[in-house]
């Protein structure tokens, strides 16, 4: 009797066992962070092709599944696959080709580093970026006297670190045709006494770009598995590409369908009259990997180089407001066009002067149409009676570190009084419910544990200015990680999908070395990624 006893106890328990639904992955012991409505949070996970099946508060989650990989995490943290919101993920590629002016302190630098990669690796026509005059004891844009001596015979562009100003040489200036009587709209050929600096803003660097050698397929390809590989290091497993031709969004296709790119990418289309023709007309392009959808128009330029279109003149600049790259009547032509398809509008707009013509024109573009989720990408510097229009439906999409980046100068450029309106990132959520967040690298670092720590502490690493920067426009840690997930997700149309940890959704998600909502806040910039799950998949 007592052996059958036995014998049934382990037919029991078997069947129990056998019972139970297998998975890929359980997860126990986690400090997780789901990101859902209610920003629960969890200890355990189960996770089985390349979905999450279920999330518990207790590890009670071994009771119902099983798997051949149960990871005990010991207390670490858990958050969902970090998504950039505004990016130049094949541009952050593209530069680990060219030369690094990232960080330069001085113009004899910049010189420097050129010489260096061209010693290293010769090229017949110079390419690079990162400089930024603002950084220098000499803040003035740069000349190129130096350059021209340096190399008479090889033609050279050098693009400002927020991509809205190219330094060229003679040689590059000769090969495109450019004189001091050459002249563009939507820009500025910056001269001194009458003559051509090599500077310059915007619209005329088009002029440079027909000029400067395509990179090849092999270069392509190889910029954007570079680029894959320093986003992922950092928890990213999504980026929205500011600005894409089809060409680059189909190699991005082709190669994630190859399984040799993994990372998912929301693709914005560059506003070029071919690259609208064909999407426009296609409609939405959707994979588990890529979504298309999207236009990407330039509103104005930067301010840092004065390009951002301001309605009053420049504090620092006598008559100067910038200007618009896109004309007023263009913008609101392509609003009614792209309107009138299912792709989203995402303009570019600095400037308390573009921020009101983008916004005008959405409203007017958007009457009757519900649901649409237009986004303002910056939307840096807005006067405060336009803060309104976000209260429409219209996603501001921004980038804190560009509030830390500018600190230093923002107030010269715009004056004490119209600052205020600028990197008002808290009042921008209040209007429009919520903000995507997001670094736009290369003009920024890649880094999302920075974005984070700008959002919240609006200080640099050095803690200045005591007390933070506007901090009346901070974020909680709770906003900005769902401004770095959901809301993100949301702004793409994908919040169904991905954004935060909940069953049904794709596994992508982050472990972190410390603890972000509650670890000490200067200690955030040095976070560590040290997993990272792309459905279901270690790819760090």
Not at 40 to 59: P, R
Not at 267 to 275: F, G, I, L
Not at 397 to 418: C, F, I, K, N
Request: aromatic share 8%.
């Amino acid at each position: 009797m007592k052996f059958s006893l036995l014998t049934l106890f382990g037919a029991l328990l078997f069947i129990s066992c056998d019972s139970k639904e297998e998975v890929d992955l359980i997860i126990q012991n986690a400090n997780i962070y789901t990101v859902d409505a209610a920003f629960s949070k969890a200890s355990s996970m189960a996770v089985a092709d390349g979905k999450i099946i279920a999330v518990s508060e207790s590890n009670d989650l071994v009771n119902k599944y099983k798997s051949r990989k149960l990871w005990d995490l010991q207390g670490k943290t858990i958050v969902p696959g970090l998504i950039d919101a505004h990016c130049h993920f094949y541009g952050l590629g593209l530069t680990q080709q060219v030369v690094d002016l990232i960080g330069t302190k001085s113009f004899d630098e910049v010189l420097e580093r050129v010489e260096a990669f061209q010693r290293e690796k010769p090229s017949n026509f110079i390419l690079g970026r990162g400089w930024d005059q603002n950084d220098w004891e000499v803040k003035e844009f740069p000349t190129k006297e130096k350059l021209d001596v340096m190399f008479p015979d090889t033609p050279m562009a050098l693009e400002r670190v927020d991509g809205h100003a190219y330094l060229v040489n003679q040689k590059a200036l000769d090969l495109a045709g450019i004189t001091e009587k050459t002249e563009i709209d939507g820009g500025e050929l910056v001269k001194l006494d009458g003559k051509l600096t090599g500077v310059l803003v915007d619209n005329p660097m088009g002029l440079i770009d027909a000029v400067i050698p395509q990179p090849d397929k092999k270069t392509q390809i190889q910029a954007l598995k570079d680029a894959e590989k320093l986003c992922v290091d950092y928890g990213l497993t999504t980026v929205n590409d500011a600005g894409l031709h089809r060409e680059t969004i189909e190699l991005i296709d082709s190669l994630q369908g190859s399984g040799d790119l993994n990372i998912r990418v929301y693709a914005m289309v560059s506003n070029t009259p071919e690259n609208l023709d064909h999407y426009l007309t296609k409609g939405i392009v959707k994979t588990s990997k890529l979504n298309v959808r999207s236009v990407k128009v330039y509103g104005d330029g930067a301010l840092g180089s004065r390009g951002a279109a301001l309605r009053a003149p420049y504090s620092d600049k006598h008559d100067h407001f910038g200007a618009m790259v896109t004309p007023v009547d263009k913008i609101e032509e392509l609003a009614n066009r792209i309107a009138a398809t299912a792709y989203q509008m995402n303009t570019h707009a600095i400037g308390d002067s573009a921020n009101i013509v983008v916004l005008r024109a959405y409203k007017n573009a958007l009457q009757g149409k519900e649901d649409r989720r237009w986004k303002v990408e910056h939307a840096q510097v807005i006067s405060e009676t336009d803060f309104d229009y976000f209260e429409s439906g219209i996603i501001p999409s921004v980038q804190p570190t560009h509030a830390t980046s500018d600190m230093y100068w923002a107030e010269d450029r715009l004056g004490p009084e119209r600052v205020q309106g600028a990197y008002a990132f808290k009042k921008l959520l209040d209007k429009a419910g919520i903000v995507a967040l997001g670094t736009d690298f290369p003009v920024e670092k890649v880094s999302p544990f920075l974005t984070f720590y700008a959002a919240v502490a609006r200080q640099d690493l050095e803690k200045y200015p005591e007390g933070g920067f506007q901090m009346k426009d901070a974020l909680t840690r709770e906003e900005t990680l769902r401004g770095m997930t959901i809301w993100a997700a949301y702004s793409n149309f994908e919040e169904d999908e991905k954004g935060s940890l909940e069953p049904g959704k794709m596994a992508d998600f982050v472990v972190l070395s410390d603890d972000i909502m509650t670890m000490p806040v200067d200690g955030i910039p040095n976070l560590k990624a040290e997993k990272v799950y792309l459905g279901g998949q270690q790819v760090k």
